[in-house]
């Protein structure tokens, strides 16, 4: 009645697979099912010679067969707690590998698949959080394997050996069960995935919520974000309406069965009885058997219906664990170099989906140089630097590192050498002081004050209570946006690399702030190579080039002076920006 073929899926196998860590536990959780199972079997045979002696008057044997049933009932009840807490153990085990896992992944997913996950962050907490527990759950389940059929299979055998005639009648009505079973099944394969939908669309919706509420407080849009969740919770009861109208027929439909079963044998062993073809306790052992039958067929049904919902959420989560839209590496990549003088873009192209973004830009940058991208929005600029630091990769062309592709670098080291500053400043829910010693962990702690006075943050850290040990909150909320990016520049700074990327470091920030984060940022550029995206061109009036993108194509190039001279579109923008 266990969906076999469910579980010899694809899906079912790589689940076998995560329990090989845990192979040491496995025979024991087998064995203490199967003797579970074969110890509530045996209770039933016991009522016979219960019956049969108490007819008889035999002392001695009745409480020689008690006593035989106190021993199969602890083996019952102790192989029963041990097999439980064996697998839920494993079960969690998996359950917490998966979650491990998932999240690995989608760290080392490039950002064009982080950019197009439908359901974005709130939909990967989904399939980390839900869909991984649902495996879990349903790890559980599949453990009885080793319990419940066992249990079914050695009850079974007691009906044979009591009335062999009356148990092949019985048998008539399991295809009637089976076909109702995979009627079901077949309406789960339907509800299931869609409830985990749901649930994946809730989760992204709860997320936004939560992330934007400064936005959503400021329009007013509480009503609507609730109505939003509602709309979406409706439909998610709408599907799981279903799924359990389905799950609890079961329940329903095999007692009523059951029922019908245990009437008809009482009347055929009552016939008999009467006719002398049998006792007392062989009716009671039979109907005590058929009871005992209850139990492991309702437990197989339910195992029967969260196998499909494991085979479900496997599904969803290996989606995720097989998506290759990884950053490659070569077999054997090589270190970043060490006394690099120049670095390359020949000929590079990018597309986001369907639209170019880039279109063979090729420009040399040399060691300790200045170079800045500027251009309209969507025209290629923060898209150079994701590119340099291995995002992902051009369509075509490369990018290269005295002479040696950035594709045949070790990842972890070309990131290594690089420094981000970017407008959209992260910080972790920790202390400023940790904050900045994640720019490399394998720097000196001792180096952090240096970072500190040298991003220009003394002033402001100096005047909170904790100093550096000051918790900055989620996404570092307790701080102002320029305090933020004074911390960031730290951190920047305490990694101490040759190449320095600052993308529109200082567009979010009011004039105050940014002459503040400015001074950082000159003291962070001194001595590395500088790449720099900015929207205000006041602050790239001293970097060595500049580059002015339209359309993913560099147009126009040269120092502020010669570009203002060529009078195209970085002087339009001057005059613009300039008022003359």
Not at 218 to 225: A, D
Not at 260 to 269: F, K, Q, R, T
Not at 303 to 322: D, F, G, P, W
Not at 329 to 358: C, H, M, N, T
Request: proline content about 2%.
């Amino acid at each position: 009645m266990y969906n076999i073929r469910s579980m010899l899926s694809p899906e079912f196998k790589k689940i076998i697979q995560e329990l090989k860590p845990f192979k040491k536990h496995l025979p024991i959780i087998a064995i203490f099912g199967v003797l579970n199972g074969l110890a509530v079997g045996q209770l039933g045979l016991l009522m016979r010679s219960i019956v049969d002696a108490l007819a008889k008057g035999e002392v001695q044997n009745i409480q020689t067969v008690c006593l035989i049933g106190l021993g199969l009932s602890l083996l019952a009840n102790f192989s029963r707690y041990i097999h439980i807490y064996k697998m839920n153990y494993v079960a969690e085990c998996v359950g917490q590998q998966y979650r491990q896992k998932l999240l690995s992944h989608f760290l080392r997913l490039n950002l064009g698949f982080h950019n197009s996950f439908d359901t974005g962050t709130g939909g990967m907490l989904s399939r980390i959080l839900a869909d991984a527990s649902m495996v879990q759950t349903g790890l559980r389940m599949v453990a009885d394997v080793f319990l419940h059929p066992v249990q079914l299979v050695a009850v079974l055998i007691n009906l044979f050996i009591l009335d062999w005639k009356l148990t092949l009648m019985i048998f008539v009505i399991t295809p009637l069960l089976a076909l109702f079973l995979k009627s079901i099944s077949k309406s789960l394969k339907k509800y299931v995935p869609l409830g985990q939908k749901q649930i994946e669309i809730m989760t992204s919706t709860i997320k936004e919520a939560l992330d934007g509420v400064r936005i959503i407080q400021s329009f007013n849009l509480e009503k609507e974000m609730d109505q939003k969740l509602n709309d979406q919770a409706n439909e998610y009861l709408r599907v799981r309406k279903k799924v359990h109208s389905r799950i609890e027929l079961t329940g329903p439909v095999t007692e009523f069965i059951a029922t019908i079963v245990i009437l008809s044998i009482i009347a055929y062993e009552t016939h008999q009885v009467a006719a002398g073809l049998s006792t007392v306790g062989t009716v009671m052992s039979y109907i005590t058997s058929v009871l005992l039958l209850s139990a492991p067929i309702k437990k197989v049904q339910e195992n029967y219906v969260r196998i499909q919902e494991l085979k479900v959420s496997a599904q969803r989560v290996y989606a995720i664990l097989e998506d290759q839209r990884i950053v490659p590496e070569i077999a054997q990549p090589l270190p970043f170099p060490v006394d690099w003088k120049e670095i390359e873009f020949r000929e590079v192209s990018f597309f986001y989906g369907d639209r170019q973004v880039l279109d063979r830009v090729s420009f040399r940058v040399s060691r300790g140089s200045r170079v800045a991208f500027i251009g309209e929005s969507g025209s290629g600029k923060s898209t150079i630097l994701n590119l340099l630091e291995r995002f992902f990769d051009p369509a075509s062309g490369e990018i290269l590192v005295d002479g040696v592709s950035t594709k045949n670098i070790q990842l972890s080291d070309l990131r290594k050498n690089i420094a981000l500053v970017s407008q959209d400043v992260f910080l972790f829910r920790d202390s400023i002081e940790n904050n900045i010693w994640s720019g490399n962990y394998a720097n000196s702690k001792l180096r952090i004050q240096w970072a500190v006075e040298t991003a220009n943050a003394v002033p402001f850290i100096s005047r909170l209570s904790e100093g550096l040990q000051t918790n900055v909150g989620e996404r570092g909320g307790l701080l102002s946006g320029g305090e933020k990016q004074r911390i960031s520049i730290a951190r920047a700074i305490f990694k101490d690399t040759s190449i320095l990327i600052l993308d529109e470091a200082t567009s979010a920030l009011d004039s105050a702030s940014e002459l503040e984060v400015q001074k950082g940022l000159e003291q962070a550029m001194k001595g590395r190579t500088s790449f720099v995206v900015a929207h205000r061109l006041s602050t790239i009036q001293n970097v060595d080039q500049i580059f002015v993108l339209q359309s993913g194509r560099i147009v126009e190039s040269g120092n502020h002076s010669s570009l203002l001279e060529q009078k195209g579109i970085y002087f339009a923008h001057w005059k613009v920006q300039s008022g003359k």
